[in-house]
């Protein structure tokens, strides 16, 4: 398995601004993922991290809103920037620790409020 | 485009119960299909998952089937448990959609003492 904590756990936030999670995995990971779970839906990817490039966006989701990073294989930052209301979900960050098998573990969570 | 179904909505139960939860897949090309579990306000802890060549997973109480050719998968949870009250989510990868996973929009299961 995998230990993920994120930070904050949770953020009230004010319209225009931006926040940057952070999730920190216990020991090297092959992949780290970034999703979000909308009140009352299910949970949609927005991007894969990559160590050391750009991350790699879904359908819907841009860099500039968006900004990842991974600057190693333990750690990585989703920033929610010029943020709206409509942006008010939970943020998740998940890994992938063995290719062959392809368990993913998520992390706790962060959940964020815009006012 | 992989569309993932979960049927039903909400189960409520007794405690002590045997009860299946569905999902349903609309391509059959996924690489494999993973359980989660989800308690209010947490993240996701992943009980089984299944490879695409295999039939079924267990672990304690919760067995996972997979019919990949019929794009379904249940979950059976035995003897059910107060503490087995959450959302349970089932998520399919697809063969050549990297490590992304496709959700469910999730059961909703309460178990009552």
Redesign the interface.
């Known amino acids: ?1 995998a230990v ?1 904590s ?1 930070k904050p756990s949770r953020d009230i936030c004010q319209r225009g601004t931006s926040l940057t999670i952070q999730c920190q995995v216990d020991s090297q990971v092959t ?1 780290m ?1 970034w999703y979000r779970q909308q009140p009352g ?5 927005i991007a ?1 991290a990559n160590q050391g490039s750009e991350a790699t966006y ?1 359908s819907g989701f841009v860099i500039d809103k968006f900004p990842i990073s991974r600057p190693n294989l333990t750690f990585s930052t989703l920033t929610v920037s010029n943020m709206s209301p409509e942006d008010s979900s939970i943020y ?1 960050c ?1 890994v ?1 620790r063995d290719r062959v ?9 962060t ?1 964020l409020l815009v006012l | 485009k992989q569309e993932v179904t979960q049927i039903p909505a909400a189960l409520s139960v007794p405690e002590g119960e045997n009860l299946v939860l569905n999902c349903s897949f609309t391509d059959s090309a996924i ?2 299909l ?1 359980w ?1 579990r989800q308690d209010p ?6 009980l089984l ?1 299944i ?1 695409s060549s295999q039939r079924e997973q267990t672990s304690g109480r919760l067995n996972a089937s997979l019919d990949k050719s019929s794009g379904r998968s249940t979950l059976y949870i035995a003897a059910s448990q107060p503490g087995d009250s959450a959302t349970y ?1 089932c ?1 399919v ?1 697809h063969e050549t959609s ?4 496709t ?4 059961t909703q299961l309460t178990v009552n003492p």
């Open positions: 398995s993920i994120q992949m993922f839906q299910s949970l949609t990817l894969t879904e998740l998940s992938v098998q392809e368990t993913q573990y998520f992390g706790p969570g959940r | 690489y494999n993973q989660f306000g947490k993240g996701l802890t992943s998952l490879q989510l998520a990868r990297g490590s992304r996973l959700f469910g929009e999730g």
